[in-house]
């Protein structure tokens, strides 16, 4: 984390936004896709992204969306309403082998019953287990529904760029995350150009500029995860609440945030 670019003031973090995306635009042109989660971030990502393709007559990125198994109804409205709403073009990313075996959290997976690609990535992950909980959030799960999705699409599409909107201050294993970050299996860059804004600032521009949100956020919710474990924190918009005192990912997971790192280590977001 540079302590020297958090403390610029908003217009400058604006700037510094853009031109990360600019030249991310201009190294990689179609093979960039941005990361849209219906979360806060991923959408200011996205209005600055939108915001730099109107100033230079560019084409807007397509993006991806990673249906992870247990999406809140309002994550799909919300995406559906972009992607009508901004013209965008977004790719709906499963890993539809391991979704073949479950209908909800808590239903069994059976280890067998996966393809060749799916047994080798729990292999890779030091599970040799028989069966696992399906659950977006567990290690397991997360890699195979998330990490393993978005890799097969790189591969699929011959990306080269994936643009996401994670932050610094976000989660303790992302403070030493760069805007291009170069990543192997598969051979991809991981732009992150909005890695110097605060929470506080991502909702001051978002509510400045009028961008729609997903409507969670009014209803407590800080942080979107997976539906079957994702709480809000608060009766309060998530613009309202006490960022100092009340941790932003409080509402998620908890096992996890305590495997954050691991799971980065293995290319999540």
């Known amino acids: 984390m540079d302590a020297e670019i958090m403390a610029l003031p908003i217009e400058k973090k604006i700037e510094k936004s853009k031109e990360i995306i600019a030249e991310a635009i201009e190294r990689y042109g179609n093979k960039l896709v941005a990361a849209f989660t219906g979360g806060k971030d991923s959408t200011l990502m996205l209005w600055l992204t939108k915001q730099v393709c109107e100033e230079k007559g560019l084409e807007m990125p397509e993006c991806i969306f990673i249906n992870e198994g247990s999406v809140f109804e309002e994550v799909l409205d919300y995406v559906a309403r972009m992607r009508r709403e901004w ?5 709906e990313v499963k890993n539809e082998d391991v979704l073949k075996q479950v209908n909800k959290v808590g239903d069994i997976v059976y280890v067998d019953k996966l393809n060749e690609r799916n047994r080798r990535e729990l292999e890779r992950i030091g599970f040799h287990g028989d069966s696992f909980v399906f659950n977006p ?16 699409f790189i591969e699929e599409r011959g ?32 732009v992150h150009p909005i890695l110097h804004f605060t929470e506080r600032e991502v909702w001051q521009v978002l509510r400045e500029n009028r961008v729609p949100v997903n409507e969670l956020y009014a209803k407590g919710y800080r942080s979107l995860g997976a539906k079957a474990t ?38 999540y977001m």
């Open 87 to 91: 013209g965008l073009v977004i790719h």
């Open 137 to 152: 959030e567990s290690f397991e799960g997360n890699h195979l529904m998330k990490t393993v999705a978005m890799n097969m």
């Open 159 to 190: 990306i080269q760029a994936v643009m996401t909107g994670i932050r610094w201050d976000e989660q303790e294993a992302r403070r030493d995350e760069v805007y291009f970050s170069p990543r192997d299996n598969p051979k991809h860059m991981r």
């Open 230 to 267: 994702t709480q809000p924190v608060s009766d309060k918009p998530a613009w309202e609440q006490d960022f100092d005192s009340l941790p932003e990912r409080a509402g998620r997971a908890q096992d996890k945030e305590g495997i954050m790192k691991r799971l980065r280590d293995l290319g």
